[in-house]
Every structure is written in C-alpha cells, then in structure tokens.
C-alpha cells in the first residue's frame, strides 16, 4: 500500500527507529579496513568479543562466566535456533508463555522438540504464575522458555517472580533458556531481573540468549550471541561452524564498540520509548472495547481487541484480530501485528518504536475507526 502512495503508519516493526550510535559505526568502518578481518576468524566468535561479552554480562545480569561460555551467533535469531538445536532430542517439551515471540516456536520444532502453551491473558498483565507452569509440566518437560521483558507484551517479571519461577524450575531439574535481549528497555520504577542470577539454584543449568540489537539500534548488523555451560556451548558451535562460520568480522568489530562502551546511547533511546509508551497506553485505554494493560519493558503494546470482535465495523463484521487488523489497514491505513501471530488471538501488538508525531496520528485514526464499530 505504501509502495502505492497510500499513507500508511506501520506499528508492524519490531525494531528502534533510532539509526546506530556513531561510535559503533566508527568501529566499523576501522575495521573494514583491517586485514585481519578479510579472512576467516573462530566459527565461536572474535576472542575479544567473547571476552567483552562475558565483561557485559557480568556488568547487567551480574553473572559471571568465562569467554568459553559465549557463542557469538548472527543475531539473536540464530542464538534460538542453535540453543534449541543443541538441547533438544525429539519430543522433548518445551514450556513456552504465550503471547510469545513467533520465531520460538518454529525453532522449536525444528529441533523436533514439542512445544506446550503456558497462556496469559492481559488479567494478570501477561505474567504466568508457577500454579500455571507446574499445571503444564509432564514427564517430558526438558526446557522453560523464559522471557522478560517480553516480546509482544512488554510484560517484565518482578525480581519475586523470577525467584519463584526460576526456583520452581531448579526443583523440577528443567533447563530455563532465557532471552534477555530486551534488558535494558525497562520503564516506569520496572527492574530488569537475570533468572541466572537471581536463582543460583539453577546451577549450570540455564542457557541465556542476547544481542546488541535492540540495545544499541543494531537489528540490521546481525550480532547476537548464547552464553551457557561449556559443552553446549561447544556443541551449539560445531553446529554453526558448519552452517555459517564466523559472524561478518565486521559486524563483530561493532559489536564490540558497543558491549565494551557506556549505555548512554540506550538511555537517550529509553526516554524517547518511555515517552511513547506512555501515550500510546493512555490513547489505546481510551477506545470503547480496547483493553492494555501497562507494558513495563520492551517497546511494545499489547492490547486486548476482544470487545470489537463480531461488531458491524464499514459493512463488514471481523470475527477475528486478522480480520479486524485487515479492516484497520484498508480503512485506517494503519498496520497493526493481530494476536494471532503470537499464539493469542484476540489481541493487536503495536510496536512503539516510531516518531512521536506518527505514533499519535496512527492511533487516533485507529480510534476514529474503531469508534464505528456497533
Ligand atoms: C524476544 C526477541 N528475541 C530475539 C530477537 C532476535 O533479534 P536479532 O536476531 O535481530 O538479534 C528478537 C527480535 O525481534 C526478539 O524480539
């Protein structure tokens, strides 16, 4: 629609609209002319950037490990894809909290795992209890998918919660990968909690997942990385020395400009998205039938649209979120993520990482439209 000239606002992107801090890029451009980085390097990752990874860690999570236990992986995408490659033997279940991200679950069956729904609705604010995974754990449990801040629901587990949850884990011997890419999107007096950290208990037992994407405005470099116990890590390498080698040398260089350098830049980057967030969640609480609960983390909302669905809306009737987000984008020219993409369906994700003017455009067509809705 856009490509046809139509004006469409996109709350699609699951990306920062901010381009990357110029330091990173400097370092990029450096290394670009450094022979050392025309050739093959470690399949594992650039020594250094191991080590500041590990020197990174130790600074957010407050977990210390050692740069044998870090992979360096294109993206954080990879990161899933090879942790659930690694640890996974066929029909071994994985314990996923839905509204989840929608690449865990293709990454799952990949690895011909089975992955069991832990479901939250916006009552609890999309936050599981330990009553609702111990209700899902079998004989086959093998791995708790654990995300927070979370994408699509902005939700963020309190340092309680982790306890708990990780605590609860560690009893039933399971293994908690943990996606922690979203660790310093936190708004509003929310603390970002490391479960490795936070539960001992889970001794060497937990397989942490990052990336400087979201961090340092880095989607496009292609830089994430797994840090875990030291076999499977070592596993999860041979994997990817033989599917794609090292990460663009490049990109490592940057990467390593970015983890071993301050967070001011994702503090400018956080006042901008607490901003929004906060005027995205007043205006969407605003429209007759749309519930969001507050997002803590991330830079995402996640609103219940269950009280539009079956509604006369333009002469059409949407029975569903992708039916009503199709009404929306033809009739609103605002583009929306329905439920479904997330395993709930009933629900929009709008991503709140775009300019201020659009943001507040975008939603008020929203609510001018949805305000037909009988
Ligand atoms: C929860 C979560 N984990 C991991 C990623 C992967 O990011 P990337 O592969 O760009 O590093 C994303 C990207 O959307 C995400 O939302």
Redesign the pocket.
Known sequence: MKAAGRPVIGFGA?EPDFPTPDYIVEAAIEAARNPRFHKYTPAGGLPELKQAIAEKTARDSGYTVDAAQVLVTN????A?YEAFATMLDPGDEVLVIAPY?T?YPEAIKLAGGVQVDVVTDETTGYLASVEQLEAARTERTKVLLF?SP??PTGAVYSRGEVEAIGRWAAEHGLWVVT?E??EHLVYGGAEFTSIATAVPELGDQVVI?N?V??TYAM?GW???WMIGPKDVVKAATNLQSHATSNVSNVAQAAALAAVSGDLSAVATMREAFDRRRQTIVRLLNEIPGVLCPEPLGAFYAYPSVKGLLGKELRGRRPQTSVELAEVVLEEAEVAVVPGEAFGTPGYFRLSYALGDDDLVEGVSRLAKLLAEAM
């Open positions: 699951g993206g954080g995408k990879q899933v991200w690449t995300v979370s994408n996606d890419i979203y997942l990336g994407a979201k989607t292609r830089v994430g």
